[in-house]
């Protein structure tokens, strides 16, 4: 089952910030996020695994709350080269092979 | 740099045909996926490989089957093309483990 990602889109000035939620249904192994441009492949930016480590991104950070199974990307400071769509991949516990992915948040930062 | 590489990226096919998409990866990984990727449904998982030889079906697994001889090559094939298969296929590899997911350049098919 996918998980269920907020918003769906969002706009944004430059230098403003965001917040893209993810929620599972199942316990979770691992989040990852991704973000993909338009024409191109998506590309990795976040992993959280269960008990806290995290490997991150530059200006880029998260959360994941295990107790709910959620997840959320900080984007600070945001700038033109953000625009894109961001794609929450969830691992469950258990099966730590697949990654499930989110129907994306199409995130546009303007001048 | 890991390299993902997908054989085609533009293909039309007519209803009916034999399809096949191949993916390479030069990183000796483990893992390997086919994904296809819709508007509104983000990417869903068709097949995923965590050995040669070895296959296990993802989400939406039918009017779909792969092969995995190599290692490093993972092939999707569609047996009888419909319509409702037109769209982007992404392939991807990864290690085992919490690892990063590797991502081709993706295939966009179009099914006549």
């Known amino acids: 089952q996918q998980p269920v990602q907020s918003p769906q889109a969002v706009i944004l000035r430059e230098g403003e910030d965001a917040v893209i939620n993810c929620s599972s249904s199942?316990?979770?192994?691992?989040v990852h996020w991704y973000r993909q441009k338009h024409g191109e492949a998506p590309v990795f930016l976040m992993i959280l695994l269960k008990g806290g480590e995290q490997k991150g991104h530059d200006k880029i950070s998260a959360s994941f709350n295990e107790k709910k199974q959620q997840s959320s990307l900080y984007l600070t400071a945001s700038q033109l080269s953000y625009s894109g769509t961001y794609f929450c991949g969830t691992q469950p516990s258990g099966s730590a092979r697949q990654l499930t992915f989110g129907s994306g948040t199409q995130l546009t930062v303007l001048p | 740099d890991v390299k993902v590489t997908q054989s085609s990226r533009y293909l039309v096919k007519r209803t009916g045909e034999k399809v096949f998409l191949e993916c390479v990866q030069d990183?000796?990984?483990?893992?390997m996926f086919w994904y296809r990727q819709d508007p509104g449904l983000g990417l869903r998982l068709i097949y995923f490989s965590y050995d040669v030889k070895m296959k296990e079906k993802g989400d939406i697994p039918e009017g779909y089957s792969v092969s995995r001889e190599k290692k490093e090559r993972f092939s999707l094939i569609l047996e009888s093309a419909s319509t409702n298969q037109t769209s982007m296929y992404l392939c991807a590899s990864s290690l085992l483990g919490p690892a990063i997911w590797f991502f081709g350049p993706g295939t966009r098919l179009t099914v006549l």
């Open positions: 199942k316990a979770l192994y691992s």
């Open positions: 990183m000796d990984h483990e893992n």
